[in-house]
């Protein structure tokens, strides 16, 4: 019966296998160096710095949205400014959709007019 290695050697293919497949979902270049689980730690870290990256340009864009949908409040007298207060009717329903995972699910929120500020 033949052995093909060590243990130690095994734990490093399994490493190297594990941080290939990891790379690979997450569209990242995987670096190959001679300490395999010091590669999968920098691959954790460059995840996170893109899940935070991304997380930024959502945040952004729910900003973005939330000026527009606010301006067209404005617009329709939905929201009025009175000297220096704006005042709302009553509470804003959004409807929202999200896209996590290449899922998509659509949601409706309801925020009252005193958590946004309003009168």
């Known amino acids: 019966m033949k052995t093909t290695g060590t243990s130690v050697e095994g734990a490093s293919k399994a490493y190297r296998k594990v941080n290939n497949l990891l790379g690979e979902k997450m569209r990242i270049g995987v670096k190959h160096s001679g300490k395999p689980s010091k590669d999968f730690v920098d691959l954790l870290e ?23 949908y606010a301006t067209e409040r404005v617009l329709d007298g939905s929201i009025t400014l009175r000297g220096k207060v704006l005042t709302a009717p009553g509470p804003f329903k959004l409807r929202v959709k999200t896209r996590i995972d290449g899922r998509e699910e659509r949601h409706k929120i309801i925020i009252k007019a005193s958590e946004a500020g309003f009168r």
Request: charged share 35%.
């Open 46 to 68: 460059s995840a996170r710095t893109r899940m935070d990256k991304k997380a930024l340009a959502w945040y952004r864009r729910g900003i973005v949205r939330g000026i527009a």
